[in-house]
Protein backbone atom coordinates (compact mmCIF):
# COMPACT_ATOMS: atom_id res chain seq x y z
CA UNK A 1 0.00 0.00 0.00
CA UNK A 2 3.14 2.50 -0.83
CA UNK A 3 0.66 4.22 -2.46
CA UNK A 4 -1.54 5.27 0.24
CA UNK A 5 1.77 5.82 2.55
CA UNK A 6 2.34 8.43 -0.39
CA UNK A 7 -0.74 10.22 0.01
CA UNK A 8 -1.20 10.89 3.44
CA UNK A 9 2.34 12.62 3.20
CA UNK A 10 0.58 14.46 0.05
CA UNK A 11 -2.13 15.20 2.99
CA UNK A 12 0.19 17.53 4.84
CA UNK A 13 -1.49 18.72 8.29
CA UNK A 14 0.47 18.21 12.17
CA UNK A 15 2.55 15.89 13.32
CA UNK A 16 -0.24 14.85 15.48
CA UNK A 17 -3.10 14.11 12.73
CA UNK A 18 -0.17 12.27 10.29
CA UNK A 19 0.65 9.67 12.82
CA UNK A 20 -3.53 9.00 13.53
CA UNK A 21 -3.70 8.71 9.89
CA UNK A 22 -0.55 6.33 9.64
CA UNK A 23 -2.01 4.39 12.82
CA UNK A 24 -5.12 4.07 10.95
CA UNK A 25 -3.35 2.96 7.74
CA UNK A 26 -1.64 0.01 9.86
CA UNK A 27 -4.76 -1.30 10.94
CA UNK A 28 -6.48 -1.07 7.97
CA UNK A 29 -3.59 -2.92 6.21
CA UNK A 30 -3.51 -5.77 8.77
CA UNK A 31 -7.15 -6.18 8.81
CA UNK A 32 -9.35 -8.73 6.10
CA UNK A 33 -11.97 -7.51 4.15
CA UNK A 34 -15.14 -8.70 6.10
CA UNK A 35 -16.85 -11.60 5.16
CA UNK A 36 -20.08 -13.21 4.86
CA UNK A 37 -19.19 -15.79 7.95
CA UNK A 38 -18.91 -12.42 9.96
CA UNK A 39 -22.40 -11.30 11.61
CA UNK A 40 -22.87 -7.67 11.09
CA UNK A 41 -21.63 -8.02 7.35
CA UNK A 42 -23.69 -11.32 6.63
CA UNK A 43 -25.44 -10.21 3.49
CA UNK A 44 -22.98 -8.22 2.23
CA UNK A 45 -20.02 -8.32 0.02
CA UNK A 46 -17.73 -5.65 -1.16
CA UNK A 47 -15.59 -6.75 -4.01
CA UNK A 48 -12.88 -4.48 -4.39
CA UNK A 49 -9.53 -4.30 -5.40
CA UNK A 50 -7.81 -1.76 -3.45
CA UNK A 51 -4.27 -1.74 -5.12
CA UNK A 52 -6.43 -0.46 -8.26
CA UNK A 53 -8.26 2.38 -6.39
CA UNK A 54 -7.36 6.06 -7.69
CA UNK A 55 -7.85 8.93 -5.45
CA UNK A 56 -10.99 11.63 -6.84
CA UNK A 57 -8.75 13.84 -8.85
CA UNK A 58 -8.49 17.86 -7.31
CA UNK A 59 -10.92 20.24 -8.10
CA UNK A 60 -10.89 24.10 -8.28
CA UNK A 61 -13.27 26.62 -6.46
CA UNK A 62 -15.64 28.44 -8.41
CA UNK A 63 -17.53 31.57 -7.21
CA UNK A 64 -20.28 31.09 -10.02
CA UNK A 65 -23.40 29.21 -8.83
CA UNK A 66 -23.96 28.70 -12.40
CA UNK A 67 -21.23 25.93 -12.79
CA UNK A 68 -21.92 24.12 -10.49
CA UNK A 69 -23.60 20.39 -11.31
CA UNK A 70 -27.09 20.54 -12.35
CA UNK A 71 -28.39 18.19 -9.13
CA UNK A 72 -27.06 20.46 -7.10
CA UNK A 73 -28.37 23.44 -8.42
CA UNK A 74 -31.61 22.67 -8.35
CA UNK A 75 -31.45 21.46 -4.82
CA UNK A 76 -29.89 24.70 -3.48
CA UNK A 77 -32.90 26.54 -5.23
CA UNK A 78 -34.96 24.66 -2.32
CA UNK A 79 -32.59 23.91 0.39
CA UNK A 80 -33.32 24.35 3.81
CA UNK A 81 -29.51 25.29 4.84
CA UNK A 82 -28.66 28.59 5.78
CA UNK A 83 -24.90 28.20 4.89
CA UNK A 84 -23.63 25.17 3.28
CA UNK A 85 -20.76 23.67 1.42
CA UNK A 86 -20.56 22.21 -1.98
CA UNK A 87 -17.45 19.93 -2.06
CA UNK A 88 -16.61 18.08 -5.66
CA UNK A 89 -13.94 14.86 -4.86
CA UNK A 90 -11.59 16.18 -1.98
CA UNK A 91 -11.90 19.68 -2.41
CA UNK A 92 -14.38 22.28 -1.75
CA UNK A 93 -15.74 24.26 -4.94
CA UNK A 94 -18.45 26.53 -3.29
CA UNK A 95 -19.38 27.63 0.05
CA UNK A 96 -21.80 30.35 1.93
CA UNK A 97 -20.46 32.21 4.71
CA UNK A 98 -21.98 31.43 8.34
CA UNK A 99 -24.27 34.54 9.56
CA UNK A 100 -21.97 37.36 11.37
CA UNK A 101 -24.39 37.17 14.33
CA UNK A 102 -23.17 33.30 14.41
CA UNK A 103 -19.75 33.27 13.90
CA UNK A 104 -19.45 36.28 17.40
CA UNK A 105 -21.49 33.67 19.40
CA UNK A 106 -18.48 30.89 18.38
CA UNK A 107 -20.26 28.58 15.91
CA UNK A 108 -17.67 27.04 13.65
CA UNK A 109 -18.77 25.72 10.22
CA UNK A 110 -16.08 25.48 7.85
CA UNK A 111 -14.50 22.33 5.92
CA UNK A 112 -12.19 19.88 8.28
CA UNK A 113 -9.25 21.06 6.54
CA UNK A 114 -9.10 24.03 7.09
CA UNK A 115 -10.27 23.83 10.51
CA UNK A 116 -7.51 21.28 11.00
CA UNK A 117 -5.27 24.55 10.04
CA UNK A 118 -7.48 27.65 11.56
CA UNK A 119 -9.00 25.56 15.07
CA UNK A 120 -6.54 22.41 15.74
CA UNK A 121 -7.09 22.19 19.39
CA UNK A 122 -10.98 21.76 18.58
CA UNK A 123 -10.43 19.18 15.80
CA UNK A 124 -7.79 17.14 17.76
CA UNK A 125 -10.44 16.97 20.74
CA UNK A 126 -12.72 15.51 18.86
CA UNK A 127 -11.75 14.08 15.59
CA UNK A 128 -11.26 9.90 16.23
CA UNK A 129 -13.03 9.86 19.41
CA UNK A 130 -16.76 8.95 18.12
CA UNK A 131 -15.32 7.00 15.08
CA UNK A 132 -12.33 5.94 15.45
CA UNK A 133 -10.19 3.61 13.17
CA UNK A 134 -11.00 0.74 14.75
CA UNK A 135 -14.27 -0.84 15.30
CA UNK A 136 -15.37 0.47 18.51
CA UNK A 137 -15.73 -2.44 21.43
CA UNK A 138 -19.74 -2.22 22.18
CA UNK A 139 -19.52 -5.24 24.11
CA UNK A 140 -22.82 -5.29 26.60
CA UNK A 141 -21.80 -4.52 30.48
CA UNK A 142 -23.24 -7.60 32.00
CA UNK A 143 -24.07 -8.81 35.36
CA UNK A 144 -20.89 -11.42 36.74
CA UNK A 145 -21.24 -15.03 36.39
CA UNK A 146 -22.85 -14.22 32.84
CA UNK A 147 -21.57 -14.14 29.10
CA UNK A 148 -21.29 -10.56 27.42
CA UNK A 149 -21.33 -10.21 23.90
CA UNK A 150 -18.39 -10.80 21.84
CA UNK A 151 -16.92 -7.82 20.97
CA UNK A 152 -17.11 -7.02 17.24
CA UNK A 153 -14.98 -8.85 14.60
CA UNK A 154 -11.82 -6.74 14.09
CA UNK A 155 -12.46 -7.00 10.27
CA UNK A 156 -15.87 -4.65 10.55
CA UNK A 157 -13.23 -1.63 11.13
CA UNK A 158 -11.72 -2.38 7.64
CA UNK A 159 -13.23 0.51 5.59
CA UNK A 160 -13.15 3.24 8.83
CA UNK A 161 -9.68 2.55 9.02
CA UNK A 162 -9.08 3.25 5.63
CA UNK A 163 -11.33 6.57 5.98
CA UNK A 164 -9.59 7.61 8.88
CA UNK A 165 -6.13 7.33 7.41
CA UNK A 166 -6.98 8.82 3.90
CA UNK A 167 -10.12 11.29 4.62
CA UNK A 168 -9.00 14.10 2.24
CA UNK A 169 -12.27 16.41 3.11
CA UNK A 170 -15.62 17.05 4.76
CA UNK A 171 -17.57 19.48 7.31
CA UNK A 172 -16.49 20.65 10.85
CA UNK A 173 -19.50 22.13 12.88
CA UNK A 174 -18.80 23.91 16.45
CA UNK A 175 -21.28 25.01 18.24
CA UNK A 176 -20.44 26.71 21.73
CA UNK A 177 -22.44 26.37 24.98
CA UNK A 178 -25.87 27.44 25.02
CA UNK A 179 -26.00 28.57 21.50
CA UNK A 180 -28.95 27.48 19.22
CA UNK A 181 -28.49 28.23 14.98
CA UNK A 182 -31.80 28.18 14.00
CA UNK A 183 -31.30 27.55 9.97
CA UNK A 184 -29.63 24.21 9.60
CA UNK A 185 -26.40 23.80 8.07
CA UNK A 186 -25.43 21.92 4.91
CA UNK A 187 -23.23 20.00 3.10
CA UNK A 188 -23.23 18.58 -0.42
CA UNK A 189 -20.93 16.18 -1.62
CA UNK A 190 -20.49 15.23 -5.39
CA UNK A 191 -17.98 12.76 -7.22
CA UNK A 192 -17.97 13.77 -10.96
CA UNK A 193 -14.76 11.13 -12.06
CA UNK A 194 -15.41 7.26 -12.46
CA UNK A 195 -13.05 4.75 -11.88
CA UNK A 196 -12.41 6.85 -8.24
CA UNK A 197 -12.62 7.00 -4.83
CA UNK A 198 -13.18 9.83 -2.00
CA UNK A 199 -13.11 9.54 1.84
CA UNK A 200 -14.34 12.13 3.36
CA UNK A 201 -15.16 12.75 6.99
CA UNK A 202 -17.91 14.75 8.85
CA UNK A 203 -17.42 15.91 12.47
CA UNK A 204 -20.16 17.51 14.51
CA UNK A 205 -20.14 18.94 18.29
CA UNK A 206 -22.88 20.38 19.79
CA UNK A 207 -21.09 21.67 23.21
CA UNK A 208 -23.77 21.77 26.31
CA UNK A 209 -27.20 22.88 25.97
CA UNK A 210 -26.29 23.73 22.43
CA UNK A 211 -28.70 23.15 19.01
CA UNK A 212 -27.92 22.62 15.41
CA UNK A 213 -29.39 20.71 12.31
CA UNK A 214 -26.52 19.72 10.07
CA UNK A 215 -28.16 18.26 6.48
CA UNK A 216 -25.49 16.07 4.73
CA UNK A 217 -25.66 15.08 1.12
CA UNK A 218 -24.51 12.73 -1.75
CA UNK A 219 -25.45 13.21 -5.31
CA UNK A 220 -23.62 12.28 -8.39
CA UNK A 221 -23.79 11.06 -12.15
CA UNK A 222 -23.68 7.71 -13.04
CA UNK A 223 -20.19 6.48 -12.32
CA UNK A 224 -19.10 3.13 -12.63
CA UNK A 225 -16.26 1.37 -10.85
CA UNK A 226 -16.27 4.36 -8.20
CA UNK A 227 -15.97 4.12 -3.96
CA UNK A 228 -17.08 6.50 -1.62
CA UNK A 229 -15.85 5.85 2.01
CA UNK A 230 -16.84 8.42 4.94
CA UNK A 231 -17.31 8.57 8.46
CA UNK A 232 -19.19 10.43 9.97
CA UNK A 233 -19.11 11.80 14.01
CA UNK A 234 -21.92 13.40 16.13
CA UNK A 235 -20.53 14.49 19.54
CA UNK A 236 -23.98 15.69 22.06
CA UNK A 237 -22.80 17.25 25.33
CA UNK A 238 -24.97 17.63 28.13
CA UNK A 239 -28.80 19.28 27.35
CA UNK A 240 -27.33 19.62 23.61
CA UNK A 241 -29.54 18.94 20.61
CA UNK A 242 -28.58 17.86 17.38
CA UNK A 243 -30.59 17.04 14.16
CA UNK A 244 -28.61 15.01 11.17
CA UNK A 245 -30.18 14.30 8.38
CA UNK A 246 -28.01 11.91 5.78
CA UNK A 247 -29.20 11.83 1.98
CA UNK A 248 -27.50 9.62 -0.19
CA UNK A 249 -28.72 9.45 -3.88
CA UNK A 250 -25.04 8.36 -5.78
CA UNK A 251 -25.12 7.49 -9.06
CA UNK A 252 -25.23 3.78 -10.74
CA UNK A 253 -21.64 2.17 -10.52
CA UNK A 254 -20.68 3.98 -6.96
CA UNK A 255 -20.21 1.89 -3.67
CA UNK A 256 -21.49 3.75 -0.86
CA UNK A 257 -19.76 2.65 3.03
CA UNK A 258 -20.27 4.87 5.89
CA UNK A 259 -19.92 4.47 9.44
CA UNK A 260 -21.98 7.37 11.52
CA UNK A 261 -21.78 7.28 15.14
CA UNK A 262 -23.11 9.42 18.07
CA UNK A 263 -22.11 10.02 21.67
CA UNK A 264 -24.74 11.65 23.48
CA UNK A 265 -24.30 12.86 27.24
CA UNK A 266 -26.54 13.50 29.90
CA UNK A 267 -30.11 14.23 29.01
CA UNK A 268 -28.53 14.99 25.11
CA UNK A 269 -31.02 14.69 22.25
CA UNK A 270 -29.44 13.12 18.95
CA UNK A 271 -32.10 12.91 15.95
CA UNK A 272 -31.13 11.31 12.92
CA UNK A 273 -32.39 10.31 9.78
CA UNK A 274 -30.95 8.14 6.72
CA UNK A 275 -32.20 8.10 3.28
CA UNK A 276 -30.79 5.90 0.64
CA UNK A 277 -32.02 5.91 -2.80
CA UNK A 278 -28.56 6.03 -5.12
CA UNK A 279 -25.81 4.22 -5.29
CA UNK A 280 -25.36 0.41 -6.79
CA UNK A 281 -23.87 -1.25 -3.31
CA UNK A 282 -24.66 0.80 -0.18
CA UNK A 283 -23.47 -0.14 3.80
CA UNK A 284 -24.50 2.48 5.59
CA UNK A 285 -23.84 2.03 10.00
CA UNK A 286 -25.60 4.01 12.38
CA UNK A 287 -25.07 3.90 15.71
CA UNK A 288 -25.98 5.75 19.08
CA UNK A 289 -24.13 5.39 22.23
CA UNK A 290 -26.21 6.47 25.18
CA UNK A 291 -23.66 7.37 27.83
CA UNK A 292 -25.35 9.87 30.14
CA UNK A 293 -28.98 9.21 32.00
CA UNK A 294 -31.47 10.82 30.29
CA UNK A 295 -29.97 10.96 26.98
CA UNK A 296 -32.37 10.19 24.11
CA UNK A 297 -31.52 8.94 20.59
CA UNK A 298 -34.32 9.02 17.59
CA UNK A 299 -33.17 6.77 14.84
CA UNK A 300 -34.86 7.47 11.60
CA UNK A 301 -34.51 5.64 8.01
CA UNK A 302 -36.30 5.32 4.49
CA UNK A 303 -34.64 3.50 1.87
CA UNK A 304 -35.77 2.65 -1.67
CA UNK A 305 -33.68 0.06 -3.19
CA UNK A 306 -34.68 -0.61 -7.28
CA UNK A 307 -33.25 -2.40 -10.41
CA UNK A 308 -30.29 -4.59 -8.99
CA UNK A 309 -29.63 -2.30 -5.90
CA UNK A 310 -27.96 -3.59 -2.95
CA UNK A 311 -29.13 -1.34 0.47
CA UNK A 312 -27.36 -2.91 3.43
CA UNK A 313 -28.24 -1.48 7.15
CA UNK A 314 -26.82 -1.58 10.49
CA UNK A 315 -27.64 -0.03 13.44
CA UNK A 316 -26.92 -0.02 17.03
CA UNK A 317 -28.27 1.50 20.18
CA UNK A 318 -26.27 1.00 23.02
CA UNK A 319 -27.95 2.10 26.31
CA UNK A 320 -24.93 2.81 28.75
CA UNK A 321 -26.99 4.67 31.25
CA UNK A 322 -30.18 4.88 33.13
CA UNK A 323 -33.02 6.11 32.47
CA UNK A 324 -32.22 6.49 28.60
CA UNK A 325 -34.76 6.49 25.42
CA UNK A 326 -34.14 5.38 22.04
CA UNK A 327 -36.69 5.18 19.41
CA UNK A 328 -35.56 3.78 15.75
CA UNK A 329 -38.03 3.43 13.24
CA UNK A 330 -36.73 2.00 9.58
CA UNK A 331 -39.09 2.05 6.34
CA UNK A 332 -38.11 0.51 3.11
CA UNK A 333 -38.83 -0.23 -0.20
CA UNK A 334 -37.43 -3.40 -2.73
CA UNK A 335 -38.76 -3.58 -6.13
CA UNK A 336 -37.46 -5.48 -9.59
CA UNK A 337 -34.05 -7.75 -8.50
CA UNK A 338 -33.06 -5.60 -5.80
CA UNK A 339 -31.92 -6.55 -1.94
CA UNK A 340 -32.31 -5.32 1.16
CA UNK A 341 -30.61 -5.83 4.69
CA UNK A 342 -31.60 -4.13 8.09
CA UNK A 343 -29.16 -5.73 11.02
CA UNK A 344 -30.44 -3.82 14.24
CA UNK A 345 -29.33 -4.32 17.71
CA UNK A 346 -30.35 -2.74 21.42
CA UNK A 347 -27.82 -3.20 23.96
CA UNK A 348 -28.55 -2.58 27.20
CA UNK A 349 -25.54 -2.40 30.21
CA UNK A 350 -25.87 -3.91 33.44
CA UNK A 351 -26.13 -0.48 34.98
CA UNK A 352 -28.94 0.90 32.46
CA UNK A 353 -32.10 0.76 34.40
CA UNK A 354 -35.20 2.26 33.35
CA UNK A 355 -34.02 2.26 29.29
CA UNK A 356 -36.93 2.63 27.24
CA UNK A 357 -35.86 1.11 23.86
CA UNK A 358 -38.20 0.65 20.76
CA UNK A 359 -36.81 -1.02 17.38
CA UNK A 360 -38.78 -0.89 14.51
CA UNK A 361 -38.04 -2.34 10.73
CA UNK A 362 -40.85 -2.36 8.20
CA UNK A 363 -40.24 -3.30 4.05
CA UNK A 364 -42.81 -2.48 1.07
CA UNK A 365 -42.47 -5.07 -1.58
CA UNK A 366 -43.30 -4.28 -4.89
CA UNK A 367 -41.74 -7.11 -6.95
CA UNK A 368 -41.14 -10.56 -6.36
CA UNK A 369 -37.98 -11.11 -8.01
CA UNK A 370 -37.14 -8.67 -4.92
CA UNK A 371 -35.27 -9.63 -1.34
CA UNK A 372 -35.18 -8.84 1.94
CA UNK A 373 -33.18 -9.50 5.30
CA UNK A 374 -34.12 -8.49 8.67
CA UNK A 375 -32.23 -9.22 11.72
CA UNK A 376 -33.42 -6.99 14.71
CA UNK A 377 -31.91 -8.13 17.73
CA UNK A 378 -31.87 -7.55 21.41
CA UNK A 379 -29.91 -8.12 24.23
CA UNK A 380 -30.57 -7.32 27.57
CA UNK A 381 -28.32 -6.95 30.99
CA UNK A 382 -30.53 -4.97 33.11
CA UNK A 383 -34.11 -6.15 34.93
CA UNK A 384 -36.16 -3.21 34.94
CA UNK A 385 -36.31 -1.63 31.13
CA UNK A 386 -38.91 -1.38 28.51
CA UNK A 387 -37.55 -2.28 25.28
CA UNK A 388 -39.55 -4.28 22.44
CA UNK A 389 -37.84 -5.43 18.52
CA UNK A 390 -40.53 -6.20 15.60
CA UNK A 391 -39.99 -6.62 11.86
CA UNK A 392 -42.54 -6.74 8.75
CA UNK A 393 -42.29 -7.41 5.41
CA UNK A 394 -44.61 -7.81 3.06
CA UNK A 395 -46.19 -6.74 -0.72
CA UNK A 396 -48.09 -3.71 -2.38
CA UNK A 397 -52.06 -3.77 -1.28
CA UNK A 398 -53.42 -5.13 -3.87
CA UNK A 399 -56.97 -3.92 -3.32
CA UNK A 400 -55.53 -0.32 -2.40
CA UNK A 401 -54.09 -0.05 -5.95
CA UNK A 402 -56.55 -1.73 -7.76
CA UNK A 403 -59.35 1.08 -6.04
CA UNK A 404 -56.02 3.58 -7.01
CA UNK A 405 -56.20 2.30 -11.06
CA UNK A 406 -60.06 1.80 -11.31
CA UNK A 407 -60.54 5.78 -10.26
CA UNK A 408 -58.26 6.31 -13.69
CA UNK A 409 -54.37 6.59 -12.09
CA UNK A 410 -51.83 5.42 -13.99
CA UNK A 411 -49.98 2.01 -12.22
CA UNK A 412 -46.99 4.15 -12.13
CA UNK A 413 -48.97 7.54 -10.23
CA UNK A 414 -50.42 4.77 -7.92
CA UNK A 415 -47.69 2.75 -6.79
CA UNK A 416 -46.22 6.31 -5.73
CA UNK A 417 -48.69 7.45 -3.93
CA UNK A 418 -49.06 3.92 -2.16
CA UNK A 419 -44.96 4.49 -1.30
CA UNK A 420 -45.04 7.42 -0.30
CA UNK A 421 -47.72 7.03 2.31
CA UNK A 422 -45.74 3.83 3.48
CA UNK A 423 -43.11 5.95 3.88
CA UNK A 424 -44.84 9.26 5.50
CA UNK A 425 -44.92 7.96 8.99
CA UNK A 426 -41.08 8.86 8.90
CA UNK A 427 -41.12 11.69 6.69
CA UNK A 428 -44.00 13.53 8.87
CA UNK A 429 -41.07 13.38 11.58
CA UNK A 430 -39.01 15.76 9.36
CA UNK A 431 -39.15 19.44 10.18
CA UNK A 432 -37.50 20.15 6.85
CA UNK A 433 -39.80 20.55 3.86
CA UNK A 434 -37.69 21.24 1.13
CA UNK A 435 -35.64 17.90 1.97
CA UNK A 436 -39.33 16.08 2.34
CA UNK A 437 -40.12 17.16 -1.21
CA UNK A 438 -36.82 15.97 -2.60
CA UNK A 439 -37.26 12.60 -1.36
CA UNK A 440 -40.64 12.40 -2.17
CA UNK A 441 -39.23 13.67 -5.98
CA UNK A 442 -36.76 10.47 -6.18
CA UNK A 443 -39.43 8.38 -5.13
CA UNK A 444 -41.72 9.35 -8.02
CA UNK A 445 -38.17 8.90 -9.98
CA UNK A 446 -38.08 5.54 -8.72
CA UNK A 447 -41.37 4.10 -9.52
CA UNK A 448 -41.59 6.07 -12.98
CA UNK A 449 -43.57 8.66 -11.89
CA UNK A 450 -41.90 11.78 -12.23
Known amino acids: MTKFTEQITQAGGPEWLTTKRQQGLDLFTSLEVPSEGVEAWKYTRVDVDFDQLQPHPKRESISDKAKLPTSVQKRLESTDAGAFLVLDGPDVVYRTELPAELREKGVIFTDLKTAVEQHPGKVQQYLYSVVPAEVPDDTTIAAPGTTPSKSPDPSEGKFSALAAALWTNGAFVYVPRGVEVELPLGSFRVMSEAGTYTATRTLVVCEENAQVTFIDEQDSEDLPGTYAIGAVELVVKSGARLRYVSIQNWGKGVTHIQRQRGDVERDGTLNSLVVTMGGTLSRTEMQSYLRGEGSDSEMLALYFASED ?108 MLVTAFLEDVLSRLPLQSVVKYIEGIIAQKVGAA
Open 309 to 416: QHFDHYTLQHHAAAHAHSDLLYKGVNSDESVGVFSGMIKVDLNAQKTDAYQKHRTLMLSSEARNFSVPQLEINANDVRCSHGSTTGPVDQEALFFLRSRGISKEQAEK
